[in-house]
């Protein structure tokens, strides 16, 4: 078997303020070109999770290596740079609402860029070149200078992974990417993700609500409960019992098409 | 989630009823204090003495009143008429069942506050605190009411103003060796104005972001040299302008429009970069996270995470500034700061109204249009 492409061993997360244990020991593997949907109640450490993996929030304990890298090890310095592999979309979609899709679509490689050349808004024609080339990809190609708060929540999320897109990433994190969306909007955001995976071989790691959208795109899925593992395994797997372990004994499964 | 020891709930709400008391101490210290006030205008010195004469207390007085108000207060707070209690809004209601009744006219959701005991003492305390004022400062409608001879002589001569030193220099009026026109000194005072507005907001700009907690408190160097500038835009703007401009008009000339541009943008920057630097920390922290999760480095987040979010009331507060910067500029003359109030208060020394009415009438003239002007201005921003 070749060697797993993310590992995060034993992580541990606490919040100091309000003693609260967000991760309690978690550890599993993700192979090059999976699709793994992380699935849990709100509050169970999904975002944390995944905030942990790019470093945005720092762990308490505990390792995590990516493509043989132990990023929990790398200088500020040295993160920064790293996270240009590493893609990210967002629950509230985290659009700089004031500026244009281009403009929002470029900042997507600002990690690739000298800063001193990004203060003046200065960007390299191929740059622009691939932000119009992705944004014709998520269907947006008109809208390129049109303000970001001007489009519909889908829209704004299709900027967003245009965004993502930009970085040319190896490894895609989504935090809860449909959850402010309609059922027909979140499919077209999921396909779009799934696309990424299939065509362009990104690893992807995406917390979802619903565990229909799970079972439909996600290769495999892990339930965190409490901030601790309890489930690991194909989608099929979730039957009824499952589910009423990772979501409590009163709650029924909703489907959304 | 950890549940925290009832010890430790118990702990904090007994240091909240401590400072309750302290609170209900401070207001009945404050009462007496009235009361010992009144006893000295009215019933001391004139019925005892039918002189003016100040209350002495006798040695134990000071003690007593203490220890008096402290009872009061521990009184109060013992029978749960207590005034801290309820400003720290640890009320002590009963909980017990709603009848349909009374949610039904309403009588669940309480009487209003000033119908309840506490809304009562608060207008008491009010209604003590606007008596003792009117005391203490000495106010009395007849003096307002009966202008003195010289008042009826000056507004008599104030209309109509004389503009004929609008725009030739008055020979009599001289600063530093030149005569002056009204006109002349009204451009210097709003370029005064202007200057102090920039350059305050071209400082306070930079350094609004090194005051802002969610770009600096990521390091302990970060939260130090948060503290200093937080620091300095407090102390600094903590000294009013007419303050500064003593100060730079003793440093450089007596007079100089320069002190005054100084003392204006020295308040400026401070008072800006503390609304500066409290809109940033007031930003969606979303799109800083998403710059940070694309590699960007600190000065990126700012460029594109949190300046697009800031500018729209950045303008609308240098605006403001701008509105206050004009008014101070036509009296700051009264402390050396130079301008058209050096005219003005020359004019007034030498009792010409006439020509006094000039000028004031052109300052309003002009201090209206300046904030007309940012009024529509900030319209359209934001």
């Known amino acids: 078997m070749a060697e797993p492409y993310l590992v995060v061993e034993h992580l541990t997360k606490v919040y100091e303020r309000g003693h609260v244990v967000a991760l309690k020991d978690v550890s599993f593997e993700v192979r090059k070109g999976e699709f793994l949907v992380i699935i849990g109640l709100s509050g169970s450490g999904k975002s944390t999770l995944l905030r942990c993996i790019n470093r945005l929030i720092e762990p308490t304990k505990g390792r995590i290596f990516i493509d043989g890298v132990e990023i929990t090890k790398l200088s500020p310095r040295q993160m920064r740079k790293f996270r240009r592999r590493i893609g990210m979309i967002f629950q509230h979609f985290n659009l700089i609402k004031r500026a244009t ?4 679509v470029l900042t997507g490689r600002l990690g690739y860029n ?43 999320q299709r900027v967003g992974i245009a965004r993502a897109l930009m970085q040319e990433p190896e490894l895609l994190l989504a935090d809860e990417p449909v959850s402010a969306l309609d059922p027909a909007t979140s499919h077209s955001v999921m396909q779009y993700i799934e696309q990424m995976n299939q065509e362009d071989g990104v690893t992807v790691l995406a917390s979802l609500h619903f565990l229909s959208l799970a079972r439909r795109y996600g290769t495999r899925i892990i339930a965190l409960k409490d901030g601790e593992l309890v489930f690991d395994g194909a989608p099929e797997e979730i039957d009824d019992r499952k589910f009423k372990e990772i979501y409590g004994e009163e709650a029924e499964e909703v489907e959304i098409r | 989630m950890a549940v925290k020891p009832s010890a430790a709930i118990d702990a904090a709400r007994l240091r909240r009823r401590l400072f309750a008391l302290f609170l209900d101490w401070l207001t009945w210290g404050y009462v007496a204090y009235a009361v010992m006030y009144f006893l000295q205008e009215y019933w001391w010195s004139r019925t005892l003495y039918g002189f003016y004469n100040p209350l002495t207390l006798p040695g134990w007085g000071w003690p007593a009143a ?24 640890l009320e002590r209601r009963e909980e017990r069942p709603l009848s349909r ?45 009966n202008p003195s001879e010289r008042a009826r002589e000056m507004l008599g001569e104030i209309f109509p103003p004389d503009f004929r030193y609008f725009f030739t220099p008055d020979p009599a009026f001289e600063l530093r060796g030149f005569p002056y026109s009204i006109l002349n000194l009204m451009v210097v005072t709003v370029f005064m104005a202007l200057l102090a507005t920039v350059l305050g907001a071209a400082v306070a700009l930079p350094l609004s972001f090194f005051g802002a907690r969610n770009i600096m408190g990521v390091s302990p160097a ?19 302008t007419m303050l500064w401009a003593v100060v730079f008009a003793i440093w450089i000339r007596w007079g100089s429009p320069l002190a005054g541009i100084m003392a204006l943008t020295v308040h400026t920057i401070a008072a800006l970069g503390k609304l500066y630097s409290e809109q940033v920390e007031g930003i969606d922290p979303g799109p800083v996270e998403a710059v940070v999760a694309a590699g960007g480095s600190r000065l990126e987040v700012i460029r594109y995470a949190v300046l697009p979010q800031v500018v729209p009331s950045f303008w609308a507060f240098t605006l403001y500034r701008w509105d206050i910067n004009v008014r101070m500029s036509t009296v700051i003359a009264l402390v050396g700061g130079g301008g058209i109030g050096d005219m003005l208060f020359y004019y007034k020394n030498e009792g010409e109204w006439a020509l006094l009415g000039a000028v004031m009438a052109t300052i309003v003239a002009v201090v209206w249009a300046m904030d007309y002007l940012s009024g529509r201005l900030r319209e359209r921003i934001v």
């Not at chain 2, 959701?109 to 000495?138: D, E, Y």
């Open chain 2, 66 to 89: 203490v220890l008096g108000t402290l009872a009061m207060a521990a009184l109060c707070e013992l029978t749960g008429y207590s005034l801290g209690e309820r400003a720290l809004k």
């Open chain 1, 114 to 156: 000298p800063t001193w050349k990004t203060l003046l808004g200065i960007f390299p024609r191929s740059d622009r070149e691939l932000a119009l080339r992705n944004l014709e990809r998520v269907g947006l190609l008109e809208k390129a200078y049109v303000r970001a708060d001007e489009l519909s929540g889908g829209q704004q």
């Open chain 1, 101 to 104: 899709v281009m403009t929002n």
């Open chain 2, 222 to 240: 970060g939260w130090f040299v948060y503290g200093i500038v937080r620091g300095f835009f407090n102390v600094f703007r903590s000294i009013e």
């Open chain 2, 101 to 145: 009744e009374e949610l039904l006219t309403g009588k669940a959701a309480g009487k209003p506050f000033w119908r309840t005991q506490w809304g009562v003492m608060s207008i008491l305390l009010l209604a003590l605190t606007v008596a003792l004022g009117w005391h203490v400062v000495k106010i009395s409608p007849e003096a307002l009411l």
